[in-house]
């Protein structure tokens, strides 16, 4: 069973279950804004079901500091290198992406890493702000180990997701954004709760070799998931090497360590700005990316496929669909919320696709 | 049967040969070792036997420009486009690989897109020239359309490689550098040539169907090339996009047009040099690197693997193993390469491991 909500009243709980955490007013937002728009995106792994509660969490353990004072480490004129103070990558990660944009105005690109800071949320949100300024955006996250390298038995890579978007002469930008793994985490915990199979080329066994057939997802094989390609015949040195290469930039760069050093749910951020219109006229770049987009959307189908798709086509009309319909929330999320609410006296979720996201009241001083 | 010659004396020969088909003298011993250094890496694909008559043959019809006027088209202080004019690429890039490293040193990194250049050679050797200022250097072309998009059955995008080159504290780096596709197309011209099957994954049929099981060679399915994860099981959107990215980055970017709009062996091409000193210490970032490595290395090997290798292991020991025992070329090559020294009134190319390449004198006044 799902309640459908809106887009407005869902970030308007979050924020305040963000402020009542401790988080500052302008982060509580942002930070529901992240996981709200993951939602909208159909990208559920990473919205409000799935992170809110862990990132509740995190804070009660100390792993999550609420209120992080983000320290630039060293910077040049196009670059910067910052310490995140343990705080979420989605409060911290928004603003670092402005600074890289700033950075490509002026110098044509900016890039930025962070280390010592928590989970970033959607990665695609990140990128996407680029957007705004008409620039490429790009963002990756490492993660802790749990990819197999080829030819090994043991995890040793996170599944170092990437995201790339790029702006385009309609409203539809491309936006890419996936792990290096031959799928993402969620894909697995997912096919566990509803006792599905494991698809082929997900996860190496025990001994390190590629499961290459449905298998069941029981046994405890999550720790040994494959890298982009799945089997060294397939190519899998090459999800490997992807996954190490966005180690070196969002964990080693910004004078952090890889990540096979710590234990639990650290993260490294790499963040990119690059202005097209530092390279070439930028209204001609937006329309050759569009004219490349139908050009790959116009590619005869497979037999048996319906149409070509391009790297943000679903998840574009799915928030479509959802900024007007709703966002489906399973009736235990809602349930959770309400407590959450309840215990921290607030008002509860407004249900309805239409629900009002007005009222929403700072509790805290702004920051 | 091979015949073994040193590295010094084939670079010589392909100089003379470079420089009687009308390149600069700079250029041509420039180009002359971006082949060979493939060779000496093992990356035969992209060495003299595979790529000098091709490129022989691209001057004879007009397609190479042997003495390119590379014209700047527009520059930000940490970025640029170029025009190649045609370019060889293994001539052009070095120089505006450079550029990038003198951007990064003022600017902490910088950025380099080229239009209208030519083929790149094995892109590792312009990524690596970034190592030698103690940066990361990266390196992206797209070429024509030869592999598939995911649900698709026409070939819309090159194999688009990218390569990485990142510093450490000892000699080896960190080199990746490989296809976006399953595999790169050599490996299916290469058992075509020897008559073995194609591997699994590495192609689709002409209903756009993966061929999950070994194949014949011989149908004519090479213009059918899976993107990486090959399946939609497997990811292969995720190959799909990353090459669309690399056509975004090389192709778009610096004023060209995506590669399905022309017919023939054209390429775009994408440089760029990250200086690990502007974001932290750099001599910390190369010691975590090689503890990085050694940490993939010490990974318990899968049960029938020997050992966990990291990109660079086989390239590295094969160069090491040449620059001593000399590269071993068919016998064939070695024809070619007398007959066509003896067209153009060249001595001969000296066999043997020992062979020196001194004596090399200039045919044309520098460049």
Redesign the interface.
């Known amino acids: 069973m799902t309640v459908r909500v809106s887009h407005h009243a869902l970030r308007r709980t979050v924020t305040q279950i963000f402020e009542a955490a401790g988080f500052p007013p302008g982060d509580a937002r942002r930070c529901a804004d992240v996981l709200v728009a993951a939602d909208l995106r159909g990208v559920e792994s990473h919205g409000v079901s799935n992170m809110l509660k862990r990132y509740l969490g995190w804070l009660e353990t100390g792993h999550l500091n609420p209120r992080p004072v983000v320290e630039l480490?060293?910077?040049?004129?196009?670059?910067?290198?910052y310490d995140g103070d343990a705080g979420l990558g989605i409060a911290v990660l928004p603003d670092l992406m402005a600074r890289a944009v700033e950075k490509a105005e002026?110098?044509?690109?900016g890039?930025i890493?962070v280390r010592n800071a928590r989970h970033s949320g959607m990665l695609a949100y990140h990128s996407m702000l680029a957007l705004e300024a008409d620039m490429?955006g790009v963002c990756a996250t490492s993660g802790g180990p749990r990819v197999?390298?080829?030819?090994?038995?043991?995890a040793?890579?996170g599944t170092n997701p990437l995201s790339?978007a790029?702006p385009t002469s309609t409203q539809r930008p491309?936006v890419?954004d996936?792990a290096?793994s031959?799928?993402a985490f969620n894909k697995i915990a997912n096919a566990r709760r509803a006792g599905e199979p494991l698809?082929?080329?997900w996860c190496?066994d025990q001994?390190?070799?590629p499961l290459m057939e449905p298998t069941s997802a029981d046994a405890p094989i999550d720790h040994l998931m494959l890298p982009?390609?799945?089997?060294p015949?397939?190519?899998s040195?090459?999800?490997y090497?992807?996954a190490?290469?966005v180690?070196?930039l969002a964990s080693?760069?910004?004078?952090g360590?890889?990540m096979?050093r710590l234990a639990g749910s650290f993260s490294g951020h790499f963040l990119a700005a690059?202005?097209?219109g530092?390279?070439?006229?930028p209204e001609?770049?937006r329309q050759?990316?569009s004219?490349?987009i139908d050009?790959?959307h116009s590619?005869?189908?497979?037999?048996?496929?319906?149409?070509?798709?391009?790297?943000n086509d679903l998840e574009w009309e799915t928030e479509r669909s959802r900024r007007e319909n709703g966002i489906p929330l399973h009736q235990e999320v809602v349930a959770w919320l309400d407590e959450t609410c309840d215990q921290r006296n607030l008002p509860r979720l407004v249900r309805g696709p239409k629900g009002s996201g007005e009222g929403a009241v700072p509790r805290r001083a702004g920051r």
Chains 1, 2 share one sequence.
């Open positions: 480490l060293r910077e040049k004129p196009a670059t910067a290198a002026q110098y044509g690109v890039m890493a490429i197999v390298p080829t030819f090994g038995r043991e040793r890579l790339v790029v491309f890419f996936a290096t031959t799928v698809g082929s080329g190496a001994d390190g070799a982009l390609g799945a089997t015949e397939g190519g040195h090459k999800g090497s992807l190490a290469i180690e070196v080693i760069l910004p004078g360590v890889f096979g690059i202005d097209p530092a390279f070439t006229d001609e770049f050759e990316m004219e490349f050009y790959l590619t005869p189908p497979a037999v048996g496929s319906d149409q070509v798709l391009v790297a």
